[in-house]
């Protein structure tokens, strides 16, 4: 079965400043891998996605995040960071080839302060 | 408009009674799911369906129940609310195809508090 840890539960930042959003993930087999973004009182949205290909992926909003199969690692980026990102953001991996289910970590709320 | 609606929004009652969550969407997306969202613990998988008449566990079913006799309709119930169920329930859909690389799609949740 496959697992995902998010770090940190929290992470406070200034706006303009860079962030990185932790994530790991644990699988005996391949994956595929997302992030998500829930602004309060709202559902999900999806940030971005790695299905194959290029390890970097960029997604909405000036997010990115880089895959690194060694490190089971699938961190989140924004170089520089606006209050309007304060959100709640998760990572989320499914199985290649399994079912439609995605495993969600426990999540990181990210509060950018001015 | 299209999209995954969730009704209602807020819902208090007490214990032992039976409350009914729905989730309706536009997109006649094969797979529909419910979540709960609890502080601590992220998401966590309640009950799935990857079409109508067909439903499957998640992690943590017990105390639910589920139906989809429609593509478009996933509610669920619980059949006697205890205090442990007050949560955020989120219902979500996807594409589907058994290729587990499409994104789900969330509703807004419904807030439940169970007195």
């Known amino acids: 079965a496959q697992s995902v840890t998010q770090l940190d539960s929290q992470v406070p930042v200034f706006e303009e400043a860079p962030v990185e959003l932790r994530c790991n993930y644990s699988?005996?087999?391949?994956?595929?891998l997302f992030w998500y973004v829930q602004y309060p009182n709202q559902g999900l949205q999806l940030l971005l996605k790695?299905?194959?290909?290029?390890?970097l992926v960029k997604g909405i909003n000036g997010f990115e995040a880089e895959f690194n199969k060694s490190q089971t690692s699938f961190h989140l980026r924004k170089p520089s960071v606006h209050i309007s990102d304060t959100a709640e953001y998760f990572c989320?991996?499914?199985?290649?080839?399994?079912?439609?289910?995605?495993?969600f970590g426990k999540g990181t709320k990210l509060t950018v302060n001015p | 408009d299209a999209g995954i609606t969730q009704s209602p929004r807020y819902k208090i009652t007490e214990t032992g009674r039976q409350v009914t969550l729905m989730c309706h969407q536009t997109w006649s997306h094969s797979y529909m799911f419910w979540y709960r969202q609890d502080l601590g613990h992220g998401l966590r998988l309640i009950y799935y369906s990857a079409a109508a008449d067909i439903t499957d566990k998640g992690e943590v079913p017990d105390g639910y129940v589920v139906s989809r006799s429609k593509t478009e309709n996933f509610p669920l119930t619980l059949e006697s609310a205890t205090r442990s169920q007050t949560s955020v329930y989120f219902c979500?859909?996807?594409?589907?195809?058994?290729?587990?690389?499409?994104?789900?799609?969330f509703g807004d949740g419904t807030r439940l508090s169970i007195l």
């Open positions: 979500a859909s996807s594409e589907g195809f058994a290729r587990s690389n499409q994104p789900q799609h």
């Open positions: 699988s005996s087999v391949s994956v595929y």
């Open positions: 989320a991996v499914s199985t290649q080839g399994g079912s439609e289910k995605l495993v």
């Open positions: 790695y299905l194959s290909g290029s390890t």
